[in-house]
C-alpha cells in the first residue's frame, strides 16, 4: 500500500459517491500494478476537474527492487532508440 492512497477500484472510481472522495485543487495520482489501466480514468477525471495523472508503470515502478524493473527500463530505452514516441 501506497502511504497516504485510497483505494477505490477502477469499476467504481467515476461514481458519484467515490468522486467526492476525490479532491480538486491536488494532484491525483492513480496507480494500477503496471501502468495500463491506471491511464483508463484519466480523461474522464480531467473532463470532471481534476488534476488527474499515471504512475509509469504503475504500483511495480514504486516498489524498490520490483523484480520487472529492468525489464521496463530495457523497454524505455529499446523504445527510445526505436523512434517510438514516448512521453515521461
Given amino acids: 500500500h501506497i502511504p497516504g492512497a485510497l483505494h477505490i477500484p477502477l469499476?467504481?472510481?467515476?461514481e458519484p459517491e467515490n468522486l467526492k472522495k476525490l479532491p480538486k485543487g491536488k494532484k491525483i495520482i492513480l496507480a494500477c500494478c503496471i501502468g495500463h489501466i491506471g491511464n483508463l480514468p484519466i480523461i474522464p477525471l480531467?473532463?470532471?476537474?481534476?488534476?488527474?495523472?499515471?504512475?509509469t508503470f504503475g504500483y511495480a515502478a514504486w516498489i524498490k527492487n520490483y523484480?520487472?524493473?529492468d525489464f521496463f527500463n530495457t523497454a524505455l530505452e529499446e523504445a527510445k532508440t526505436s523512434n517510438y514516441p514516448v512521453e515521461k
Fill in 46 to 55: 480531467r473532463l470532471q476537474g481534476f488534476d488527474a495523472y499515471s504512475i
Fill in 67 to 69: 523484480r520487472c524493473t
Fill in 11 to 14: 469499476g467504481v472510481l467515476l
